[in-house]
């Protein structure tokens, strides 16, 4: 394993989730007693992990006196089992609570990226139908969305996507290369700022546990996007009394910019909306200085 994510796995724990006791990688970074209103809680998106976050977290201790992040199954250091986990966003809602439970979360202020805003979605719609757990008492405290296909029909999947996603998708396990997966984290990113080491790493996280060989699976979250997003998430979005921000890279070549001003036009009409100026896909890799300094302005107001 490479010193990166040696390091990274060095300052987390693993704790056992569900009936199957499949092993998740969970992590905490400062005050282990710091109120709601001073928790960040970090949800990662696909096909990443939390290492994604790393080139942000101390930037965002300045604001915060305590972060929570974790891969989720299928993610980084977590296990990807091919058996006993559906890899929906349902049940990776699931998986999210539980982490919060695991570490006596009571709430805390929620930001996503990609996949993760859509995991995020689901649970504002638990929350908006008053069906989140008790423990979580204190509960969101806002919501930030960043770079995420979060209006699908407005997406621009990458060709890989598209056949991952088709009935085929099962016979990309056998011919998904670091060449391939380079080229399409370069072409989804949308600019040139995001470094071949950091590539580098995003794939060693991604081969763990052959976890290159089951991206059919993981990448199956976007047939819910399709299925619910009209239905229950985006209503839910449109609903909510909770402070929103939607911050954005402008070159992001999948999540379009476009996605994020029909957000706030169409859906999310009083939320923040933060554009960030030649910022790609892999926004808090590719430009963390810039990403801690565009999100931080939102939490100037608490």
Not at 20 to 30: C, D, I, M, S
Not at 157 to 186: C, E
Not at 271 to 289: R, Y
Request: proline fraction near 3%; charge should be neutral; aromatic fraction near 12%.
């Amino acid at each position: 394993m490479s010193p990166q994510l040696t390091n990274w796995k060095a300052s987390g724990e693993y704790i056992p989730y569900g009936p199957f006791k499949h092993q998740l990688f969970v992590k905490q970074l400062g005050d282990t007693n710091a109120s709601a209103d001073k928790t960040l809680l970090l949800i990662h998106g696909f096909p990443e992990s939390s290492y994604s976050y790393h080139g942000i977290v101390e930037g965002m201790l300045k604001i915060f006196d305590r972060i929570v992040l974790f891969d989720m199954l299928g993610y980084g250091l977590s296990d990807k089992p091919t058996e006993n986990y559906t890899y929906s966003l349902f049940e990776q809602a699931d998986t999210v609570l539980q982490v919060w439970k695991h570490f006596g979360i009571k709430g805390g202020h929620v930001l996503s990226h990609d996949m993760g805003d859509s995991v995020l979605t689901e649970i504002v719609a638990r929350h908006e139908n008053d069906q989140m757990p008790a423990w979580f008492s204190e509960g969101i405290q806002s919501l930030t969305f960043t770079n995420g296909s979060m209006v699908l029909e407005l997406a621009d999947l990458r060709i890989t996507q598209k056949i991952l996603l088709s009935k085929y998708g099962y016979l990309m396990k056998n011919v998904t290369t670091f060449k391939i997966f380079d080229q399409q984290v370069r072409s989804a990113h949308g600019n040139q700022n995001l470094s071949a080491e950091e590539i580098q790493v995003l794939w060693e996280g991604n081969t763990l546990q052959d976890g290159n060989q089951k991206t059919y699976l993981t990448i199956k979250y976007l047939n819910d996007r399709k299925r619910f997003e009209k239905t229950r998430w985006l209503p839910a979005l449109g609903q909510t009394k909770l402070p929103v921000h939607i911050c954005w890279g402008n070159e992001d070549a999948v999540a379009r910019i476009e996605m994020a001003h029909y957000l706030k036009q169409n859906v999310c009409k009083n939320a923040t909306l933060t554009i960030m100026d030649g910022v790609g896909h892999f926004c808090q890799m590719g430009s963390p200085e810039k990403w801690v300094e565009s999100v931080s302005q939102f939490y100037k107001r608490f």
